[in-house]
């Protein structure tokens, strides 16, 4: 059973457009942490949302725990933001973090 | 700070033969953990240690996988008999492991490709 669900599974955008990229959970967590990744790249954290609403730079990140759901926004896209965004979430007291399958985010001049 | 230090960054074994991947977590990090990452299976968790003792192993596949921690600055982990299908990058990862909501950061990984 795949634990964190995300969509879409690809985005293509024009530069300068915004994003939003949705991330859902199967059980109750109390960490949630974004990453992003470039082909071949390290994991970069990008936001760590245990819940309500954090924002760093242009990114933006609301978690409602109660829902098992929680969303990044991306404002005013670059080209370089083009990667893959994943969603993970901790399962236990400890931070083992399982993973979504990841949004593919394409932005083109 | 040089990040979570991962070695080698590509390996290439044949189909049978061992694998070592070695990890050197941020120093001061007391949690260690190593993440398997394909196309198909996305990232998957392995196995992890707190202050070098293994507290869960729940993902790592029961026969020829293997992680040690001998000691706080680095971390292995070994592939017996490797087959075509343990072709992945493995990431290791570290955190303070302060409880809840500490943040986890990643090496860039060791592309493993059995042939």
């Known amino acids: 059973e795949q634990q964190v669900q995300q969509s879409p599974a690809s985005l293509v955008l024009q530069e300068a457009e915004n994003a939003e990229l949705q991330c859902s959970f199967s059980?109750?967590?109390?960490?949630v942490q974004w990453f992003y990744q470039r082909p071949g790249g390290r994991l970069v954290s990008l936001l760590y949302n245990p819940s309500g609403t954090k924002q760093s730079g242009r990114l933006t990140s609301t978690t409602v725990i109660k829902e098992r759901r929680s969303s990044l926004h991306i404002s005013s896209s670059q080209i370089t933001d083009s990667g893959t965004y994943l969603c993970a979430m901790e399962r236990s007291n400890y931070n083992v973090l399982y993973f979504g399958s990841g949004t593919k985010l394409t932005v083109e001049p | 700070n040089a990040g979570v230090i991962q070695t080698p960054r590509h390996k290439v074994t044949g189909k049978g033969q061992e694998a070592t991947l070695w990890c050197e977590p941020i120093?001061?990090?007391?949690?260690v953990f190593w993440y398997r990452q394909t196309i198909v299976q996305g990232l998957e968790f392995l196995t992890y240690?707190?202050?070098?003792?293994?507290?869960?192993d729940s993902g790592m596949p029961k026969e020829r996988f293997s992680a040690q921690m001998p000691n706080q600055s680095h971390s292995t982990l070994k592939i017996q008999s490797t087959q075509p299908q343990d072709s992945a990058v493995y990431l290791c990862a570290s955190s303070l492991d302060l409880g809840e909501n500490t943040e986890v950061f990643f090496g860039k990984g060791t592309r493993l490709t059995v042939v």
């Open positions: 059980i109750f967590t109390n960490q």
């Open positions: 240690f707190r202050n070098q003792a293994p507290i869960d």
């Open positions: 120093s001061g990090h007391s949690a």
